[in-house]
């Protein structure tokens, strides 16, 4: 995000939403969302988050009109489906390596042969940290594929990650894992190059898709920024990165991004507005399928290019 450019609050959501039509306003075209954090505002647990009503409404107004709406979260997609509660969704989960489309899920190979290390490890981590005295703040949570380590009920967060950053990487070291860091939790995964990015990119690839617009607020959702920065400047698709920003954002998030908001109520509402601008487009044409060409492929909106995609195919 460029540095003059700032996280708008409810109010001032106009040039977002501005910005995200010209992109979707492509045939084909995509919007793909983050959950916690983005359109769920963060909750002590994940047992907890609840999906804001008014963005799952737009995204249900989207779906009838645009070629795909996606979630790509970190969570199983069967429990992202869940949670949103839209089965015409295309549901990617636990950071790309299972999806759900139409009602058929998917694993990626290897990522399913990685089930018993993944319980194995998360095992090893909470007797250990349950060895060293009473932790009521642990809370572990096997996802299949991936396993999720939180500490944000902790009463020292910080002393709590000393503590379980070098024990997750120890045992992911013991059964061939690999240790990614998120907002108060320690995540471990297979060791596969997969990943938001790679997702997005086969989403893109599979879909034919000329327009993308991902809403994303972790660490985990940079992969997918910098992987459709990498793909407008590699062939003739628009792309849009829109970085929901709270007190917990990491930094690189919001470099990371085009525009932003400021929170999951700014968000939802930019979501409704989106589907609303659109809508309206489909009224002022003769069809539905005029109201995607708003403008034509050479139309670039107003939003930062460059950057790298780091990730890879997996």
């Known amino acids: 995000m460029s540095e003059e450019t700032t996280p708008l609050p409810l109010e001032e959501i106009a040039p977002v939403v501005e910005a995200c039509v010209a992109v979707l306003s492509q045939i084909p075209s995509a919007l793909i969302t983050d959950i916690d954090g983005t359109i769920s505002a963060i909750a002590a647990t994940p047992f907890e988050a609840v999906v804001d009503r008014i963005a799952a409404q737009a995204l249900a107004r989207l779906a009838g009109r645009l070629a795909a709406v996606a979630v790509v979260s970190g969570r199983a997609p069967a429990a992202g489906a869940e949670m949103v509660g839209l089965p015409g969704l295309i549901y990617v989960g636990n950071h790309g390596m299972e999806r759900i489309v139409r009602g058929t899920p998917w694993t990626h190979p290897a990522a399913e042969a990685a089930r018993a290390a993944i319980a194995a490890a998360l095992a090893e981590i909470e007797a250990e940290v349950r060895a060293q005295g009473e932790a009521p703040w642990l809370l572990v949570e096997n996802k299949g594929v991936t396993g999720t380590v939180h500490y944000r009920l902790a009463p020292d967060p910080a002393a709590a990650a000393a503590m379980l950053e070098p024990l997750a990487r120890v045992a992911a070291e013991r059964y061939g894992l690999r240790v990614s860091p998120g907002r108060m939790i320690v995540e471990l995964r297979p060791a596969l190059g997969v990943n938001k990015g790679t997702a997005i990119r086969e989403l893109v690839d599979e879909l034919g898709l000329r327009g993308v617009v991902f809403f994303g607020d972790d660490v985990t959702d940079v992969d997918g920024f910098r992987a459709l920065r990498a793909l407008r400047e590699e062939r003739p698709v628009l792309t849009l990165n829109i970085a929901v920003l709270g007190p917990e954002t ?59 995609d780091q990730g890879e195919i997996g």
């Open 250 to 308: 990491p930094e690189v998030v919001a470099e990371a991004a085009d525009l932003a908001v400021a929170g999951v109520p700014a968000c939802a509402a930019t979501l409704a507005d989106i589907a609303a601008r659109l809508d309206r487009a489909d009224e002022m044409t003769e069809g539905p399928a005029e109201a995607h060409t708003l403008h034509d492929n050479d139309a670039t909106p107003d939003v930062t290019r460059g950057g790298r």
